[in-house]
């Protein structure tokens, strides 16, 4: 009751100013003052990290090379009705003659070929060969020369693609990414034999996953015997926990080829001892067993640090408590410590599963086929293949993905529960 | 002390003024044994007869072409020549990312006044390119682990009946699917036709099957000399290069299977962009190192045969291990008596739809 009663008398400072104003005043120069120091890291991140990325995901619609190219084509291409099944018309002959000869000039009308060859096979060449013969085309009847500067100019097909990919931007990365295609009947899947994309996001989340519990199932009893053992000998044991990040990662993985292939240590070892035969000898690499083996071993600090440091915080006491009340040794881990070490897990679990999800110089060298993950497929476009695009639009689809999984955890198990110390 | 001072600020403005002069060229390669005899038979002497020249060299090329267009993209080209294969040479042409050549004007024509232009014939597959070598990739096989009957014909990478074990081919379908026709029976000159229809990839996968539990896939050239050497594999395909450095440097039970090699070209691009002064430079470097002598130098180095005619006279002999280099090049007549020459116009049309079909195939189990 007594509030009401003061808030009707304002409270000023000496020189009259109501204090509320005055506190906030001082508290918006302290605020100014704070971000003034944090601008250089912000626009440091903000250039040299969120634009990039920015840009490379809008790639993933980005479609302006054929309009940009091919521009009188397009326009005189929109009167064409695509499902008649007939050519064009003379004048959009016309028009791409008259586009092919400035683009020639300047060499982007190989780009637009390699662009949409993406969609069919055999336009890259025929733009490449057609963009030799051009500059010597003769004004007038441009069907009949096309035609004769190869026959592919025939094919509807070609002429549908151009119309289809006339537009400065494309969903057809994100198809091409989810294993559809858009053809003249709309959105399908592609053939049985042409689909990879969400078989290897599936195999990407199901590994990942697989990954993340090994390194649970490892790295808890390491953790815990860190954290009990006394300091002196606990700094040693850490020392071997973090001795494989001073080691070059090709050079681990290397060590697993070693290790694990058929003529390897492993197996050498095994049918010496007589345990499995010469002619037997265990697949254990260039396959998901020896991913799943070499990145738990990558990954496995990740998981041991956050919970060392969660359970170094853990007083004893709360376990000697529970045991002189009558708890059984497991009744009091189980009912008492584990509970406390969840949030150890929680922040390990991301770390590793989020780490693991974007891999892909591990699986590259140990998962022969099997053991692949999405991003070798976008190493690959990115690197060889140069559908940058694709590569791009499948990158967002993995963001997607771990943001959806980053927010199911937010309310199973709920973000402040994470404690990295 | 002052003065002292002052002077030793002179000595070190003047050096750092000296070595500005001269002017970096970096040249982009594959690394290892190729980039050594590309050191030693061109830069070497180019630097001695250039001294303002310093070349540093970079290992990017399997990476040339991203990495090309990111620069580009970026406006900051820092690389001067690049060594890229044939089918990346015709995509950073068709991008526009690397400069036309003239033959006429930008080589060296053969000794004999013949134009560089015929001299190269027709191994000029892009008007960016110029070709060095020719390479080709082509089958190594365990010698101690095939029997009493090695093998000499292609198709024993499919016989696994006759030769058990392993076998090494790269994760693409660039020549395994020619591969897996010329086995199945498809005449030689009917491959492409063939591979162009739906049915006949399939009748290549299909093939390629039969082995399919038995072959480690590549996807770098050093792999397949590694499981060779270790016994993981009895076959597999590689480059000639690394196959004859393992068998004649580290004296491995290796042996050659020539039959079907597929011969492809490494040469030189120069990619756009470039400032007026380094363009000159680029192309002063490209005339001396792909002239005759010094292509069939790079023969003494590296078992990988110059790509111009007037060249193949004139390589010699290993210039460490002594021994005769050309019985061991590609393009040697006992060698090459069944060949391919990697489809290049077909392959770009198609390798990006066939690879999607080759990964999905090779995803699934």
């Known amino acids: ?421 | 002390m002052k003065l002292r001072s002052l002077l030793i600020a002179a000595t070190a403005l003047t050096m750092v003024s000296s070595v500005a002069m001269t002017a970096d060229m970096t040249i982009v390669s594959w690394g290892g044994a190729y980039s050594d005899s590309q050191n030693n038979a061109y830069h070497k002497p180019y630097m001695a007869e250039n001294p303002d020249v310093n070349i540093i060299n970079d290992e990017s090329s399997a990476e040339a072409v991203a990495k090309l267009r990111a620069m580009n993209e970026a406006g900051n080209v820092t690389w001067d020549v690049v060594d890229v294969v044939a089918s990346d040479a015709i995509r950073l042409c068709d991008e526009g990312l690397a400069e036309v050549i003239d033959p006429d004007t930008d080589l060296a024509p053969a000794p004999d006044g013949t134009s560089a232009a015929d001299d190269f014939g027709d191994l000029l597959v892009s008007e960016c390119y110029i070709p060095q070598i020719v390479y080709s990739t082509t089958f190594g096989y365990r010698t101690d682990k095939v029997g009493d009957t090695p093998p000499t014909d292609i198709c024993a990478v499919f016989d696994t009946e006759t030769y058990p074990g392993k076998r090494a081919l790269e994760k693409r379908p660039i020549n395994n699917m020619e591969w897996a026709l010329l086995c199945d029976g498809v005449a030689k000159d009917d491959i492409y036709d063939v591979l162009s229809t739906p049915a006949g990839v399939d009748q290549a996968l299909a093939k390629l099957e039969t082995i399919k539990d038995d072959v480690v896939w590549w996807s770098s050239g050093s792999e397949t000399p590694q499981l060779l050497a270790d016994g993981e594999v009895v076959m597999g395909s590689t480059y000639n290069g690394r196959l004859f450095s393992l068998i004649e440097e580290a004296k491995q039970p290796v042996a050659m299977l020539w039959d079907a090699q597929v011969f492809d070209l490494d040469g030189w691009i120069i990619p756009t962009g470039l400032s007026p002064e380094r363009l000159a430079a680029a192309k002063k470097y490209i005339k001396f190192a792909t002239d005759t002598q010094r292509l069939a130098d790079q023969a003494k180095y590296i078992s990988y045969g110059p790509a111009r005619k007037s060249s193949a006279p004139l390589v010699g002999k290993h210039a460490e291990l002594g021994i005769d280099m050309a019985p061991h090049m590609p393009t040697d007549p006992k060698n090459a008596t069944n060949t391919f020459l990697y489809n290049y116009e077909w392959w770009a049309d198609n390798r990006d739809d066939l690879d999607a079909k080759f990964q999905a195939w090779l995803a699934k189990n």
């Open chain 1, 1 to 421: 009751m007594s509030d009401t009663s003061q808030a009707e008398t304002v409270l000023t400072t000496q020189d009259g100013v109501p204090l509320k104003v005055s506190i906030a005043r001082a508290l918006r120069r302290q605020k100014i003052r704070a971000l003034l120091l944090v601008a250089p890291l912000f626009l440091f991140i903000l250039l040299s990290f969120v634009a990039p990325i920015a840009d490379m995901l809008f790639r993933s619609v980005e479609n302006d090379l054929v309009p940009s190219t091919l521009p009188k084509t397009v326009v005189a291409l929109q009167v064409w009705d695509q499902h008649s099944g007939t050519l064009p018309p003379e004048e959009v002959f016309a028009a791409l003659a008259a586009d092919f000869k400035v683009a020639t000039k300047e060499k982007t009308h190989t780009r637009v070929g390699s662009r949409l060859n993406y969609e069919k096979p055999g336009i890259s060449s025929l733009f490449r060969k057609t963009g030799r013969r051009v500059g010597k085309f003769e004004d007038g009847n441009y069907t009949e020369q096309f035609l004769k500067a190869d026959k592919k100019w025939g094919d509807v097909e070609v002429w549908q693609v151009i119309k289809r990919f006339s537009s400065p931007f494309t969903a057809g990365y994100f198809l091409a990414a989810t294993d559809a295609e858009r053809t003249e009947d709309g959105i399908q899947f592609k053939p049985d034999d042409e689909r990879i994309y969400l078989f290897l996001f599936g195999r990407t989340m199901i590994l990942s996953i697989t990954i993340t519990a090994s390194c649970i199932l490892l790295g808890y009893p390491i953790a815990f015997l860190l954290s009990s053992l006394p300091l002196r000998s606990s700094n040693m044991l850490m020392i071997l926990v973090l001795l494989p990040f001073w080691t070059s990662l090709l050079v681990r993985t290397s060590a697993w080829k070693v290790l694990l292939q058929q003529q390897g240590v492993i197996n050498d070892t095994l049918v010496w001892l007589g345990i499995v035969g010469d002619d037997s000898r265990l697949a254990l690499i260039n396959n998901q067993t020896g991913t799943i083996i070499a990145m738990t071993h990558i990954l496995l600090p990740f998981m041991i640090l956050p919970l060392f440091s969660v359970m170094k915080t853990i007083s004893p006491t709360y376990m000697r408590a529970a045991k002189s009340m009558g708890a059984s040794d497991w009744y009091s881990f189980w009912r008492v410590y584990f509970p406390q070490t969840i949030p150890g897990i929680g922040a390990g679990s991301i770390l590793v599963f989020i780490l693991s999800i974007g891999y892909y110089i591990t699986p590259e060298l140990v998962g022969g086929t099997s053991g692949i993950f999405i991003s070798n497929r976008i190493a690959y476009h990115i690197s060889y293949s140069l559908n940058w695009g694709l590569a791009a639009a499948l990158g967002v689809i993995l963001l997607a993905m771990v943001m959806v999984l980053y927010w199911m955890y937010d309310r199973i198990v709920g973000i402040d529960n994470v404690k990295l110390g």
